[in-house]
């Protein structure tokens, strides 16, 4: 089945600064690779989603990017926020299988 | 339009005894997913049912049973509660199958066994 890596599972930036959390998935027929934020104590939700046939997708401050040859995607947060504190998670698709997650810290 | 509603919110149980943790949505998905999530071990798939009257395991579904009653709702089954299933427990649901879409989660169910 699909493997998932992420990295790195906890990661504190100052407010203002970019981050960025890597994935990487073992199955090459995967073709759907979403971005879930997960608050304190609360459901995950998806931020942001991408697919196969493109390289990048933006919306606003944040953005993934596919490199499929090397089976890695990665999401980007540029102007960090303290709201942005979180615990992301990403995913391959098909199959169900997710990260396991990036503790992300903005400190003001 | 409530979206995924699990219950209970929170429960503690005996070891050995049983409980069941319902899931229902209304948007009309086909297929809907048990997770559990740990300290550092992300969201782990317990079972899925990919369509109404079928279901899978998923990577770790010992301990578990799961009823897809109908297209709503889908059930996840504690016969015997062990310490070891302390979590907290995710439901899911997706248009598609195989979470080829967005997934939409329930609230979550924390579950204390001692």
């Known amino acids: 089945g699909e493997n998932v890596e992420q990295h790195p599972s906890t990661l504190s930036v100052q407010e203002g600064d970019s981050a960025v959390i890597k994935c990487t998935y073992s199955d090459s027929a995967s073709n759907y690779f979403p971005w879930y934020k997960q608050e304190l104590g609360k459901r995950p939700q998806l931020i942001i989603d991408?697919?196969?046939?493109?390289g990048e997708k933006k919306d606003q401050r944040i953005a993934v990017t596919l490199n499929k040859t090397a089976k890695h995607f990665s999401l980007h947060i540029t102007e960090t926020q303290p709201e942005d504190s979180a615990v992301y998670f990403c995913?391959?698709?098909?199959?169900?299988?997710f990260g396991t997650g990036t503790r992300l810290k903005v400190l003001a | 339009n409530a979206g995924v509603t699990q219950t209970p919110k929170f429960q503690v149980l005996k070891t050995g005894q049983s409980m069941t943790l319902q899931c229902a949505q209304d948007m009309n998905h086909n297929s809907m997913y048990w997770y559990r999530q740990d300290p550092g071990m992300g969201l782990r798939l317990i079972y899925y049912s990919a369509s109404e009257g079928t279901t899978d395991k998923g990577e770790v579904p010992n301990g578990y049973n799961v009823s897809r009653l109908n297209k709503r709702e889908f059930s996840l089954r504690l016969e015997s509660a062990a310490p070891s299933q302390t979590s907290v427990y995710f439901c899911a649901s997706t248009s598609q199958v195989n979470m080829n879409t967005e997934a939409f989660f329930g609230q979550g169910t924390r579950l204390t066994v001692v």
């Open positions: 995913a391959a698709s098909p199959g169900a299988t």
């Open positions: 991408i697919r196969s046939n493109v």
